[in-house]
């Protein structure tokens, strides 16, 4: 699994952002992927947060155990530096998402939080 099956699927979950993405295209030339992911897919995927929306929160953290599972090396450095640290920005987001994250998505988050010398909330 890379970036591109990564950004596509994030693209199945949040269709509306496909335009972003194509703008974000057309202006750098190239898709920066941590940008994307920072900038375009993860206010989406904290909305689900603030909207509970369990199923799609289900289905999303799902995915994110099969990316801790199957990544190649620099998806999985990706993943972590924009899905697993931004979770942890937050205490009430990352408790609420550790109720949907499989343990390999567990591991590398708290793996993640640890690197930033950050507080390991659980």
Known sequence: MMTNDFLAQMISFFPKIKPEVENHKEEYGEILFTCVVEDIVMPRVLKLFEADDREKLKEMFAYFEAVSE?????????????????????????????????????????????????KVYI
Not at 82 to 103: C, F, S
């Open 70 to 118: 199957k990544a190649d090396r620099d998806l999985l450095n990706c993943f972590s530096v924009t899905v697993l640290e931004t979770l942890g920005n937050d205490e009430q987001i990352l408790r609420k998402a550790k109720e949907y994250m499989g343990p390999l998505t567990t591991k590398n988050q708290r793996e993640a939080d640890l690197a930033l010398g950050r």
